[in-house]
């Protein structure tokens, strides 16, 4: 009997041994990237339901050059600081705006360029920002767009009202609805989504800002950063990057080494 005790102890110190290494293996090698799935083309959720998207592509390639496990976390928007605080995701990876931020996050280069723009129904009376004034405008939630009119006083305050949602694609309900007049969202984003789902909408050619992205990481995490810096910059040199934008949008838009 205490040989038999004695053994099956020795099997269980065993077996936790080794899923303690395995648990600890997995845990190092896993590259969380923290995005927002309504935020097509960069991060969203296809027919099938996986996670698919221009960003989500690049971040999957970074993470096989690192040796690393892929995972992609959905994440509520406006609650990605906590996300990045806690550990619960290595870095921000979806369309994210550097410009307002710079001070805030541990930056990689810019990747692409972005403006911020106004999105309304086709046949609208608005055909510039003056246009509107007296008008309900509608914006995501901590969206870099939220802060690009949070820095322009004198367009907002002429605002009937601004109206904030938890997504782009909420907003983009809103307008369809007739319940907002405008949109002010990342011309990236708006442009595939009109294309992709032939809404009536219309951008505009006047935008509220230009903007920059890049993957964010929490603020001092220099060595997770400079590792996919370096990938980035790889990715760009083999043209790895090219064939991903090309994928997503037609032609290259990325911006690295150019």
Known sequence: MKKIIATVLAVASTLAVFAGCSNGQQSGKKFTVGFDAEFPPMGFVDDNGNYVGFDLDLAAEAAKRLDMEFVAQPIAWDSKD????????????????ISGREDKYTWTEAYMENDQVVVVRNGSDITSLDDLAGKKVVVQKDSSGLAA??????????????????????AMVELEASNVDAIVMDEIVARYEIQTSGKDFVVLDEAVAGEEYGVGFLLGN?????????????????????????????????????
């Open 82 to 97: 906590q996300e990045l605080a806690s550990g619960n995701i290595d870095c921000i990876w979806n369309g994210f705006t």
């Open 222 to 258: 220099t060595e997770l950063r400079d590792k996919v810096q370096a990938v980035l910059e790889e990715m760009a040199a083999d043209g790895t990057l090219a064939a991903i934008s090309n994928k997503w949008f037609g032609s290259d838009v990325t911006v690295i080494g150019k």
């Open 149 to 170: 009119l949070e820095e322009n006083e004198e367009l907002t305050s002429t605002f009937a009202e601004l109206v904030q949602v938890d997504s782009y694609l909420n």
